[in-house]
Nanobody, 125 residues
């Protein structure tokens, strides 16, 4: 199983980035998917989640209204559109897969079946 995240980079505050996570080696459409982020010295924190069908999404309060998660089951890919970025959004972003995920709630770190390797997002002020 591989989750390959891409799309990170350096952007100015107020700018946008779109992260992608391509999955292989698993039946993508039966997994809830999501994104977490982590900065050095802190725990990995939940950002956004999406149900198997894509019909339900859930966001951390810190990104609600600015980030949008989506998925394309035909392409085995989950996306995170990040708008109005702030310096405090700077982190390594990880995609995650959880077969037990039920919609309208956050993903739990200890329930994740597979993690991607992460992509760095840096927002300058």
């Amino acid at each position: 199983v591989q989750l390959q995240a891409s799309g990170g980079g350096l952007v100015q505050a107020g700018g946008s980035l779109r992260l992608s996570c391509a999955a292989s080696g698993l039946p993508f459409s039966v997994y809830g998917m999501g994104w977490f982020r982590q900065v050095p010295g802190k725990e990995r924190e939940f950002v956004a989640a999406i149900s198997r069908s894509g019909g339900s999404t859930y966001y951390a309060d810190s990104v609600k209204g600015r980030f949008t998660i989506s998925r394309d089951n035909a392409k085995n890919t989950v996306y995170l559109q990040m708008n109005s970025l702030k310096p405090e959004d700077t982190a390594v972003y990880y995609c995650a897969a959880d077969k037990s995920y039920r919609s309208a709630t956050m993903l739990q770190r200890d329930g994740i079946d597979y993690w991607g390797k992460g992509t760095q997002v840096t927002v300058s002020s």
